[in-house]
């Protein structure tokens, strides 16, 4: 493959094997292993192997049924009922599961293979350290699986394994694909769950850009040449917040009942964040960094429900908090002793337990991101399997 086709492929982290594909051999597969950080949205069971115990109960709810029972049938650790958008990018590109890095470390498991990847986020990880919000006084920030401590998995422990001089190093990272993020959802879900005022939670976002982008400079240093850099979903649309947030205020509403103010955040999160990827870009041209538009490939789904088939209430979920989520303990109960699903077909439904979405919503996410316009620069690629 030529060099120059780099520019066109997709960046992204590796999961599960989707049913019925067979991951191809290193040498088809369009990049040598992908590199995965981030939070719950692409944790695919680092929390299963949390030997610190550094994260509390509600962090470890997605280890319990009933999330994985679509498609794995039991729990993987994966905060929805199966898989997420990284396990259907990874099989378009070719690769098994991405195995989490906390499970590698731990010596559970055994049969990991450097040409697979790793997986490094972690449920409830944020992209500022813990110490930034203890400092201001903000005490419900319990885990520091933050991204720089991804990083530093990366970088001086799994590194060392994988490569030997610097120039080999190069040569590993320059063909292997990087997802940094999603991460920063958690640094303002945080504040949002204390219900600190919007103009506070703006307060924070030079700084949750910076630690991103520090982490993509990192990466760029060592020799990544490709990386994807996804930003956050339209929090206004999110079941959580329309409860926690409920008003009489029709105003305070877009016209398909999403939350204006917090959508707007949203949409200035990723403004700022785009901007950083743009200003990164110009410094280095020779590299490869991809935006990925979460907010609008999971509008498009709020917006048209029924044509994508699903029922139409923001306010519906397959595992939904009791009443309104407690503003310290979090919005989650699923998967806590007695709660079960409601629903008898997830697949009809956005929203799995609240705060994260069903497999069906990930895979449109996904084929958004593939094979429709919700990445810049646009994904082209010679891995042909379809979502």
Not at 16 to 37: D, E, K, M, Q, W
Not at 161 to 182: A, D, Q, T
Request: glycine residues 8%; charged residues 15%; aromatic residues 12%.
């Amino acid at each position: 493959m030529a060099s120059s086709s780099w520019v066109w492929f997709l960046v992204v982290l590796a999961v599960h094997v989707v049913a019925g594909a067979t991951p191809l051999s290193s040498s088809n597969r369009c990049y040598r292993a992908i590199y995965s950080f981030g939070d719950s949205l692409a944790d695919t069971g680092n929390s299963n192997y949390d030997t610190n115990h550094t994260l509390s109960s509600s962090q470890t709810l997605a280890l319990h049924v009933p999330y994985g029972e679509t498609f794995f049938h039991h729990p993987t650790g994966r905060w929805s009922d199966g898989r997420l958008i990284i396990d259907f990018i990874a099989e378009k590109m070719g690769f098994p599961l991405l195995k989490p890095y906390l499970g590698i470390k731990s010596g559970t498991i055994k049969d990991w293979k450097p040409t697979e990847g790793v997986n490094f986020a972690v449920a409830g990880a944020t992209a500022l350290d813990s110490s930034f919000y203890l400092e201001k006084g903000i005490s419900n920030v319990v885990t520091n699986y933050s991204l720089r401590v991804q990083l530093h998995w990366f970088t001086e422990e799994l590194l060392p394994s994988i490569c030997h001089s610097p120039s080999e190093c190069k040569e590993v990272l320059g063909s292997s694909l990087f997802l940094v993020g999603e991460i920063g959802g958690n640094d303002f879900n945080h504040h949002l769950f204390l219900r600190k005022s919007i103009e506070e939670l703006r307060t924070y976002v030079p700084n949750v850009i910076n630690e991103i982008s520090l982490a993509i400079r990192k990466l760029i240093d060592l020799g990544a040449q490709t990386l994807l850099v996804p930003g956050n979903f339209p929090l206004g649309c999110n079941y959580v917040y329309l409860s926690m947030f409920k008003t009489e205020d029709s105003e305070a509403y877009d016209k398909i009942g999403c939350l204006k103010w917090l959508n707007k955040f949203a949409e200035y999160f990723n403004k700022q964040l785009y901007g950083e990827i743009n200003r990164l870009q110009v410094l280095h041209p020779n590299v490869n960094i991809i935006y990925a538009d979460y907010y609008h490939a999971a509008l498009q789904i709020y917006q048209s429900p029924t044509h994508f088939g699903f029922k139409e209430s923001l306010l519906s979920a397959c595992c939904p908090p009791a009443g309104i989520p407690n503003k310290i303990k979090g919005p989650i109960d699923c998967g806590k002793p007695g709660v079960t699903v409601v629903c008898d077909d997830p697949s009809q439904f956005i929203s799995w337990d609240g705060l994260h979405l069903t497999e069906a919503a990930y895979k449109l996410i996904a084929k958004g991101l593939l094979n429709g316009p919700y990445t810049n620069p646009s994904i082209g690629s010679s891995c042909d399997s379809e979502i």
